[in-house]
């Protein structure tokens, strides 16, 4: 009798831990899940450094296949169809919501380097994405960028997100290039949401630019003025912005689409500049900065451009492209194939090719993420974490507090400009 007794409250108990754990956690997916991602709770903080902590092991991954769509329009000609194969975890803790992805990637570019054409005998940079002929065949691969996104819903605010996420903001419109690489005009082809309370958050990691850094861009989007200018009626609105930027109202395609910051420089800077050959003739592009027979650098730092750097400033460019600096001194790259593009369909630059970009810190609204990325040699490794809540009073960061269950989307760039893989229609599910 007494056997029976505790048989009974042996299985008592069973079924009330059961129920408890039932209403106090989110039941993990199985493993043939592909849409939800369970944020494990946290207590022993993995570091953000681009390697996988051991902690990371207790985080279920959640594999997605970012595929590159076709929408009919020619925006993503010879791209369309590529698959990008991820997975993806998730953690949190009081403070902060940690992400770790990883995704195989064939090679890392140097991103659009300056080369001098001996032909032309003009300075040039190499395309940031692939160019087809009217057939689709590949007749030069690009030098772009490798990049990761997210969107997410902001207060609820976009109602079509919980059930198109990543195409709740129309974007796949004209302009596109065509296979031959010919811009098609008319529209903008930019990112802008439905309604005027409508905003999404855009989480975006310039692989190449923004982990010099260990940093990822947090951006947002809006409705941009509405069909008065937005590609509905062939206008150029484009509702994708820095965070801590406010556009005017009424919405302006002309206003200066930059975070307002008193150093004028918030994250990775161009390093172009217009000159006219010889001083009187045609206006060329030409790089801004160069270090002289620097061999292999893939990006400048802002401060190299300072009194005091390595680089030195262009001031003038002959029309056989002698490039004269600041300095006084000149450099001339005929002849010399160190500063030359190979010209043939695989990217080979020179080893004295100059960097397209400079890197500066991301600050205020912008760099609400710590992010750390690791190139294997065939894939990448990307950790990334931001607060729960950020201090945002804009209403152009999205909010974990609540732990509620949050749709988003992601994509994945492979050496591209706009061309990117997308997932849709994601979940991410708080463990409590």
């Not at 042996?10 to 997916?29: E, G, H, I, R, S």
């Not at 850094?213 to 509905?232: E, F, H, I, K, L």
């Not at 030195?312 to 492209?321: A, D, E, L, P, Q």
Request: glycine residues 8%.
């Amino acid at each position: 009798m007494k056997m029976f007794k505790v048989l009974i409250l042996f299985a008592m108990l069973a079924v009330f831990f059961m129920y408890c754990t039932k209403t106090d956690q989110v039941v993990a997916p199985s493993s043939t899940n592909t849409t939800d991602l369970l944020c494990y709770k946290t207590t022993t903080i993995p570091t953000i450094d681009g390697t996988v902590d051991a902690i990371w092991a207790n985080a279920q991954k959640l594999n997605v296949t970012p595929v590159v769509p076709d929408p009919g329009n020619g925006l993503f000609a010879g791209y369309a169809g590529k698959s990008y194969p991820a997975t993806l975890r998730a953690m949190y803790d009081d403070q902060y919501i940690y992400f770790l992805a990883e995704w195989n990637d064939p090679s890392n570019n140097i991103v659009q380097p300056w080369y001098f054409n001996p032909t032309t005998k003009r300075w040039a940079q190499r395309g940031n994405a692939d160019q087809f002929d009217a057939n689709g065949n590949l007749i030069k691969q690009g030098m772009g960028q490798d990049q990761f996104a997210m969107l997410w819903n902001i207060d609820n605010s976009t109602p079509k997100f919980a059930s198109q996420t990543c195409y709740a903001s129309c974007h796949l419109f004209t302009p596109y290039r065509n296979y031959a690489g010919v811009m098609v005009p008319n529209a903008s082809g930019n990112h802008y949401t439905n309604g005027a309370a409508e905003k999404i958050d855009m989480w975006w990691c310039h692989l190449n630019k923004d982990l010099v850094t260990n940093q990822m861009d947090d951006q947002y989007q809006d409705w941009a003025g509405g069909p008065a200018v937005t590609d509905t009626v062939g206008g150029n609105g484009n509702g994708r912005h820095a965070d801590d930027l406010v556009p005017p109202v009424p919405f302006s395609t002309t206003y200066t689409n930059t975070n307002p910051n008193p150093s004028n420089a918030n994250g990775a800077l161009s390093n172009s500049q217009s000159l006219k050959l010889d001083g009187t003739g045609a206006s060329v592009s030409v790089p801004k900065w160069v270090v002289p027979n620097a061999s292999g650098k893939l990006y400048y730092q802002l401060t190299d451009t300072l009194a005091g750097g390595v680089a030195i400033k262009v001031i003038k460019v002959s029309s056989w492209g002698t490039l004269y600096l600041a300095s006084g001194d000149s450099i001339n790259p005929t002849g010399d194939a160190a500063y030359s593009d190979n010209a043939g369909i695989t990217p080979t630059v020179g080893s004295k090719c100059f960097p397209s970009f400079l890197a500066n810190p991301l600050t205020g609204g912008r760099s609400d993420f710590i992010a750390t990325g690791t190139y294997t040699g065939t894939s990448w490794v990307l950790e990334f974490k931001r607060k729960l809540k950020t201090g945002d009073v804009l209403k152009q960061d999205i909010d974990f507090t609540s732990l509620q269950d949050q749709a988003f989307g992601l994509a994945i760039f492979n050496s591209s400009n706009y061309q990117h893989g997308i997932q849709p229609n994601l979940m991410l599910k708080f463990q409590k």
